[in-house]
């Protein structure tokens, strides 16, 4: 939980990190759990997500004080927040239910894998493009075709 982006050893060694996170959001609960391993598990994400909050301002405030070079890209992301005009069209309701997806140790269906990796794939070119190289060409589409240029 100390450095779940895995920024520690980066930021020692490099002067230019690129921090990709897939990890999803906490949900709000209703109704939480009344059993104290519930309220536990409850305690433990509460925790590990003020953790990631916290690692994710950092980094982006060195990137912005220009103490490192980078970029950060993140499942939940909104790609016009990188406000590059040949972005891939990646719309905000289709990429929010991507986020959404659970993390697990099974398998995934195909298409939703594509999916995924699709999204992966646009949001780390808008960051890259936006933020490190910035002269790189768009491309045409994501991998599996999910995102396209407009």
Same mark, same amino acid.
């Given at each position: 939980?100390?450095?779940?982006?895995?920024?520690?050893?980066?930021?020692?060694?490099?002067?230019? /990190?690129?921090?990709?996170?897939?990890?999803?959001?906490?949900?709000?609960?209703?109704? *939480?759990?009344?059993?104290?391993? &519930?309220?536990?598990?409850?305690?433990?994400? /509460?925790?590990?997500?003020? !953790?990631?909050?916290?690692?994710?301002?950092? !980094?982006?405030?060195?990137?912005?004080?220009?103490?490192?070079?980078?970029?950060?890209?993140?499942?939940?992301?909104?790609?016009?927040?990188?406000? #590059?005009?040949?972005?891939?069209?990646?719309?905000?309701?289709?990429?929010?239910?991507?986020?959404?997806?659970?993390?697990?140790?099974?398998?995934?269906?195909?298409? #939703?894998?594509?999916?995924?990796?699709?999204?992966?794939?646009?949001?780390?070119?808008? &960051?890259?493009?936006?933020?490190? !190289?910035?002269?790189?060409?768009?491309?045409?589409?994501? *991998?599996?075709?999910?995102?396209?240029?407009?």
């Amino acid at each position: 939980m100390y450095d779940n982006l895995g920024l520690e050893t980066a930021w020692k060694h490099n002067k230019t /990190v690129l921090v990709s996170d897939a990890g999803g959001a906490l949900l709000n609960e209703c109704d *939480p759990a009344q059993d104290w391993l &519930g309220q536990v598990d409850r305690i433990l994400n /509460v925790t590990y997500r003020q !953790v990631v909050s916290l690692r994710k301002r950092s !980094v982006i405030q060195l990137f912005k004080l220009g103490v490192r070079d980078g970029a950060y890209w993140s499942i939940g992301s909104d790609i016009a927040s990188y406000q #590059l005009p040949n972005a891939l069209v990646c719309p905000p309701d289709v990429t929010a239910q991507l986020a959404a997806t659970p993390t697990r140790l099974t398998s995934t269906a195909d298409p #939703l894998q594509e999916q995924l990796i699709d999204w992966g794939y646009a949001v780390c070119d808008a &960051g890259m493009r936006r933020r490190v !190289v910035k002269d790189a060409p768009a491309p045409a589409r994501s *991998p599996y075709g999910t995102f396209k240029k407009s």
